[in-house]
């Protein structure tokens, strides 16, 4: 029985050898099987540079998903999968490979999928590929996944690329973390709750906190990582987007269309950061070696084909601020590293201090209200409020209390991974799940400024941090000089 109905589609995976889809898709294409969201007429076909039969290319995939995929596999799901599997040996710079790629794939009943897992610089190989012989037509949907670019300009150069073929509702950008449990449910949060919804603002909200601390390196991409560092890795595209979703206003309905534009105009907001401001409003660090979980771990410059004299930041801290009468004077505080004490992720809403403290004889400062989001691991949500301390004592004495949803979701084997829930959308058609072309240039043109501005100053120096730390010690600076501290990891 199918309990969703997606539709019949191709799947064809270029890169289908690469380290994307043996860990995420392929695996994920199993969980789809496992719950029965996959259409029986979808097929999939892998497709790479290799001359291996179907025969060998099913083998392949079964030691990838027992490899990456985190329980045992069942027998019956497998043997379901396996039928869909299909191997197709594709050199993408040869327009031959394409015409006959065309005779496989079937356009009169099932909707064709590309999902590019490949380096971005055979992107505009497999756009034109396709292209040329018609297979970009609609309904035919394309995947493509970050880095989009480097830079405002290398990224509308893929964007540019790309629509030379596919229309803008055929393009399915993936950022994962819009995939994530924990980060749908903010919409609900927000927008399914009048008690949130109406203190959304700036009369209530004083600042905002925005973490995502790594435990891991930078995992043997030395020379990926060494072009991004962590601001153009992590920042312009995963925290942008949880900051866009904690801000937007509340769209006319859910369509992808007004989830999008809502997400656009608050990245539009984003005040300037540049050389004038950089030294008040960033902090950027590597880090060298440390203790992670008891174990050592080398330096960002000892790194597997490390260039010693790199000057790429593993850890960013910045104050953001919005132009918006509904923020204004709300200060958004995000940080991100690798190599960090703890692999975490957390949105911290700290409220405003009561404008008159009834209590004051008894407490000198009412300390603020907070709602703690905790995205990974355990995602929860916290409250913390003050209460009369209970029994006989004063009956004005206040203590801190906290209130936690017992809703955080547990780790089963049936728990949605980000690549699974995107895949499926994509299977169904739906794009609010994916980032529009606006949405990366848009946070380019903020990110920019701020990597320039960080070349051009001297003073912005990368301070070095420990592995296992919180950082460089230099990042509360930024909090604690506006009068407040980082919410503590617990
Ligand atoms: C990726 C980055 O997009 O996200 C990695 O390229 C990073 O450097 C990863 O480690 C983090 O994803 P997650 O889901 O583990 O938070």
Redesign the pocket.
Known sequence: MITEITQACDLVIFGTKGDLARRKLLPALYKLEKFKKIHPDTRIIGAGRADWTKEEYIKIVKIAIKKFLKEDIDNNVWNKLSLRLHFFNIDVYKDLYFIKLKKILDQTKNTIIYYCAVPPSAFNAIFKGLGKIGLNLFPSRIIIE??LGTCLKTCKEINDQISKYFLESQIFRI???LG?ESILNLFSLRFANLLFFNNWNNQIIDHIQIT?S?E?G??N?WN??DE?G?TR??VQ??LLQILTIITMDQPKDISSENIRNEKIKILRALKTIDIENINNQTVRGQYISGNINGKKVPAYLEENGANPKSQTETFVCIKVELKSDKWFNVPFYLRTG?RLAH?Y?EIVIVFKNMPINLFKKHNNNLSQNKLIIRL?PNESIKIDFLKKISGLNEIYELTNNRIESNSSIKKTHNQID?YERLLLESMKGVQSLFVCREETEEAWKWIDPIIDAWKKTKKNSLQLYAAGTWGPKNSDKIIRKDGRNWHKFD
Request: proline fraction near 4%.
């Open positions: 970050k880095p950022d994962h973390y994530k995502v790594e891991v930078i995992e991409r990926y990582f991004m962590q890795d992590m595209n995963h690798k692999k992720s990974e980000a």
